[in-house]
């Protein structure tokens, strides 16, 4: 594994003043070039779908919505989050998910509620984090969708293309997964126009 240093510093961030060593072990990084064409088909209305909606898609829409408010663009965007399971819908985030997001000075009122055909034809873009989200999301695609489906971690400039459920595992992981998560909301921001 390799081992990188992370530091995000920025006055408007909620003081977002972190050192991290994360474990990287990846084998290609995404190259600026492929960001760029990635980005040629950014919109605005966004839906991000995990498993649960309690841990990866709640934390993804605050950071996504936090950084699309630093730069003065909240009229611009819409944001939700939503799960392919129904097991946790109308409650709060897992509270680990809470715990991370506090350390990072957020808050959320989100509550689960699970993903609709008629979602793909609101919103423009449907971020999964996993295969198995993109399969479950396939199933229920209309045929007239207009929303494109795709990986969220195909913006991760760190390459990871997977976005672990921390679910079943420890606190740590729930770092971890934040971390991904801004990175990617970073990047997929910074290449939309
Ligand atoms: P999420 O994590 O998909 O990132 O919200 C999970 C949350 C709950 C469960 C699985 C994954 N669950 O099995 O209840």
Redo the contacts with the bound molecule.
Sequence with gaps: AIFQDFAYSDPDSLALILIFKIPVARSRKASSEKLKNMAASCNKKILFV?????????TSEVILRHLVKEKGEDEKWEIDSA?T?D??VGKRP?KRTLQTLKKHGISTEHRARVVTSKDFNKFDIIFA?DESNIRDLKDIRPKAGKAELKLFGEWDPEGVTNVE????GDIEGFDV?FEHCFRCCKAFLEHSK
Excluded: K
């Excluded at 995990?50 to 709640?58: A, D, E, T, V, Y």
């Excluded at 459920?165 to 079943?168: A, E, F, I, L, M």
């Design positions: 995990c498993l649960g909606n309690i841990c990866r898609s709640p799960g399971g097991w946790h897992d984090f459920d921390p679910y079943y997964m």
